[in-house]
């Protein structure tokens, strides 16, 4: 265990703060391809490797420019890793839409990103042949906070599923307040911490 702190900043690119803490250094500002990143979102580091997986959101829009994702479809979105060794970033799937959180499974044979636009999940294999298809793994529509029927109970307002190993079925789910969003959970100790681009402090449940 190296004890770094990694960083995806949505402007300054993969960042790493070092176990004796200080300013972040920046990795890396684009792919080894020579694209740059314009919307660094979401990481997850292989702890067995220290290669760290990361989401750069769209290939043409920035941050500030992230309802433009959503409202125009853009499909430009990539799912990237940084060789903790040899320095380099390399494009593992390109044309994704808007990928956002990424997750390395616990026998690190595959990571799960999160596609915001589409409300859905799907896990990438890390080992076997390049270019296999992602699997879906769940989808979550968003539906109107309404009620016509007054006896009815409240629709909840969903912000997080926890899925089954296989992938198949939510085995817990994460509600807040209606207009709370969530961009990040991560669990330690039994503990999820929470993150919100929305927000300018982090969660604990």
Sequence with gaps: MTANLYIADAYMGLMKVGPDGGEAQVLATQADDGAPFHFVNGLDVDQGTGDVYFTDSSATYPRRFNAEIMMNADATGRLLKYDARTKQVAVLKADLPYPNGVAVSSDRTHVVVAHTVPCQAFRYCLKGPHGRPGRLLGSAQ????????????????????RLGVDGEAAVEELTAAKGVTLSDVAEKDGQLWLGSVELDYVGLV
């Design 142 to 161: 968003p539906g109107e906070d309404a009620r016509l029927d007054a006896t009815a109970p409240p629709v909840k307002h969903l912000v997080g599923v």
